[in-house]
């Protein structure tokens, strides 16, 4: 083999290459030192900390302090201006829209009320102005709305935290969704501070402390975006997640434990009100078989002024679709938004299609009863129903109206509609067997104000009950949590 200079001679060619490889190579290895050195300065600027963060600092404004990008970005949930095809944050009453799910939950205060979801700045303001909290309710029902519930609990306990009553901690509880929730405020690294996440997993075998960072870029969000009840006369935090995420699954496990959350005014039957399992859906979907995070889509990353850090916005990814969805789909953001609405199209049509099933079957129920219908005929009756508004219920109170999973959405609202018609065809038989020949006549539930009525509401009381609290007791707990924490509540 000849020397290398002998060769650059005959083929001055080769001498070029390898000059040019040389130049290419080391402006590589430039790129790389400089990248290593931006992210070691944005590493120590990072845990410069303006004022340090108390363990368990409920003031998000606190934490924006030291980390002003994210704090603005968490501020503009504020907004509720973006309004989707079916979602977005804008106020939109959703009975208003569609009055079926209040005969579908005639006897549970979700009749009284349903409003599409808002920012997380709103959650402590929405909480106390919906019609839903003006029944007796356990202080368990705080415990996604603020940054005070991790506090509250390390100082009074889990149990004790859980078995107080919702208005025992209005004054404590103060502090919007933010920052302490899913931050360790020493680290700053994700971490749970819910505890009935941990404990879920823990039944299932498994340490959610070895999940990984992207797993925890979704768990953080699988701390509330979940199914849940509250067990026993402790109203302890649960997930039914010991027999599995899917809805089947979950049902066996309530099943078994007898477990319903309310019974049915009109049909009898012992019904289960779904919460909101957007992490259960988005477990069966093809973003969570990629990978992809619940952080991916609803808080993509954005740059300003040279540093990239997370936008703490989160919302609709339809609201910024070229960082949410641009970064994985090179499709423009017409067809990108054609692509969701088209999927949450055919679902809401399955979803009516259930709805509108449940409510002749539970109408027909009632009208049995009064046919003179026996326990013993009408046992298997009620358990089709609650099957079948389980099951459309998993959908219908998951956000996204069902795209975090549109196959596993379809599937589970077609098992509702074949359960809920079930459930008539054996009412048929039972109103024939008492002898019964006039035919059901369906009352007219066309709007929120006719259906609301039909079950008895009275809304006008309800109301001027509720003007009542939001100006007499609301006030007295801000007070409170003023004097505690120095500061008017922002």
């Known amino acids: 083999m000849k020397p290398i200079v002998e060769l650059i001679k005959e083929k001055p060619i080769i001498g070029w290459l390898i ?4 130049i290419v190579a080391v402006f590589l290895i430039g790129l790389l030192g400089a990248s290593i050195m931006e992210r070691r300065s944005e590493e120590k600027m990072l845990f410069q900390l303006v004022k340090p963060i108390a363990e368990w600092e409920p003031r998000n ?67 106390r102005k919906t019609l839903r909290t003006g029944l007796p309710q356990p202080a368990t029902c705080w415990t996604c709305k603020s940054t005070d519930v991790p506090r509250v609990m390390n100082k009074i306990g889990i149990a004790e935290y859980y078995h107080k009553k919702y208005t025992e901690l209005g004054s404590e509880i103060t502090n919007n969704i933010g920052c302490q929730d899913c931050h360790d405020p020493a680290t700053m690294n994700l971490r749970i501070t819910r505890p009935a996440l941990a404990e879920a997993f823990q039944r299932q075998g498994k340490d959610i402390t070895k999940a990984t960072h992207q797993e925890m870029r979704s768990l953080v969000c699988a701390q509330c975006h979940v199914e849940y009840y ?11 997640w010991d027999n599995g995420f899917s809805a089947e699954q979950m049902e066996t496990y309530y099943d078994t434990i007898q477990h319903m959350d309310f019974e049915h005014k009109l049909s009898k039957a012992k019904i289960l009100k779904a919460q909101h399992p957007d992490y259960e859906l988005y477990k069966t979907g093809i973003h969570a078989e990629r990978g992809v995070s619940c952080a991916d889509c609803h808080m993509p990353y954005r740059s300003e002024g040279g540093v990239k850090f997370t936008n703490h916005k989160i919302q609709s990814p339809l609201n910024d679709i070229a960082a949410s969805c641009g970064v994985c789909h090179r499709e423009s953001e017409a067809t990108l938004r054609k692509n969701v609405e088209d999927r949450q199209d055919k679902i809401l049509e399955l979803r009516l299609t259930a709805e509108q ?55 589970v609202l077609g098992s509702a509609i074949q359960q809920a018609g079930e459930a008539r065809v054996a009412l048929v038989r039972i109103l024939a067997k008492h002898g019964v020949t006039e035919p059901f006549v369906l009352p007219d539930i066309s709007t929120k104000e006719k259906a609301q009525t039909f079950i008895g509401l009275k809304m006008d009381s309800l109301r001027t009950e509720k003007t009542k609290f939001l100006q007499t007791v609301a006030p007295e707990w801000d007070k409170k949590a003023e004097e505690r924490e120095g500061k008017k509540r922002y």
Do not use: C
């Open 230 to 240: 509250f067990k026993g006369d402790g109203k302890y935090l649960t997930f039914p």
């Open 61 to 127: 404004e606190v934490w924006g302090e030291n980390f002003p990008r994210e704090f603005e970005s968490y501020k503009s949930t504020f907004d509720t201006t973006f309004k989707s095809k079916y979602g977005g944050s804008a106020t939109r009453d959703l009975l208003e829209e569609d009055p079926n799910p209040i005969i579908l939950w005639a006897g549970n205060a979700f009749s009284r009320d349903y409003n599409q979801a808002r920012g997380h700045y709103r959650a402590i303001e929405d909480i």
């Open 19 to 22: 000059f040019g490889g040389t």
């Open 357 to 411: 099933a449940l409510v002749k079957a539970h109408l027909e129920a009632k009208f049995a009863w009064e046919k003179g219908a026996t326990e013993e005929e009408m046992k298997p009756v009620l358990q089709f129903i609650r099957h079948a508004q389980w099951r459309w219920d998993w959908v219908a109170a998951s956000n996204g109206l069902g795209f975090h999973s549109p196959t596993e959405a379809a599937r």
